[in-house]
């Protein structure tokens, strides 16, 4: 189970939804949320990979979720950013509201469509609500979130190239890609962070009425 950082200031708990998920309500009250990597002392002077741990919050700066890497410390120094994981996100009450799991897979180019990287993402735990799948493509970085019987119901493409020096976003658009609906931004850390951690700062954007799972 994850556990939260101990001086946090959380988001006020919202009231229940029928039909939605227990924890996830708090998606109906924002329409952007901050995801902050949390720089680990033992990584930044060793280099030692160790499992990551972020903060996810609103535009106020009130904390909405904490979310804990659970990997094997073998697997994560050999397979790097493609290793596999599973993923605990609480909310303010220390609940397990959101569990992701990445299996294993190839990420040799060579190995083409049959090793794309997929995660799974459960709410309550246990329970499959959608997927995360990376798309085969040859030029732009494009992936499908799906539900839980596998039916598309966004893309996220991605730009041919980037800097670490710069943000770098990702369209958020309809199942068809003919409208965009939101925007994952990786945002710039300054000049340190960038080049001295792999610690990274997401901005993700989504409308205020898009269904929270």
Known sequence: ??????????MPVPQAIPGC?????????????????QVEL?????????ENKYRIRNTLGQDVYF????????????CGPVRPFAMSIVDNAQ????????????NNPLCGFCCLQTIEVQSPPGTVIGSVEQNFTW???????LDSVGNVQLRIVGPCCYSKCCEVEFEVLSADETQQVGK????????????FTDAD???IQFPMDLDVK
């Open 1 to 10: 189970m994850a556990q939260a950082p101990v001086a946090v200031n959380w």
């Open 21 to 37: 998920p227990p924890g996830l309500e708090y998606l109906s009250q924002v329409d952007q949320l901050l995801v902050h990597q």
């Open 42 to 50: 033992l990584e930044l002077v060793t280099g030692w990979e160790t």
């Open 67 to 78: 979310a804990t890497e659970r990997s094997n410390c073998c697997v994560r120094q050999w």
């Open 95 to 106: 609940r397990e509201v959101i569990h992701l799991d990445r299996p294993l897979k190839c």
């Open 139 to 145: 030029w732009l970085p494009k992936f499908s979130i």
């Open 184 to 195: 994952i931004t990786k945002q710039w850390s300054g000049l340190a962070k960038e080049y």
């Open 201 to 203: 700062n997401f901005g």
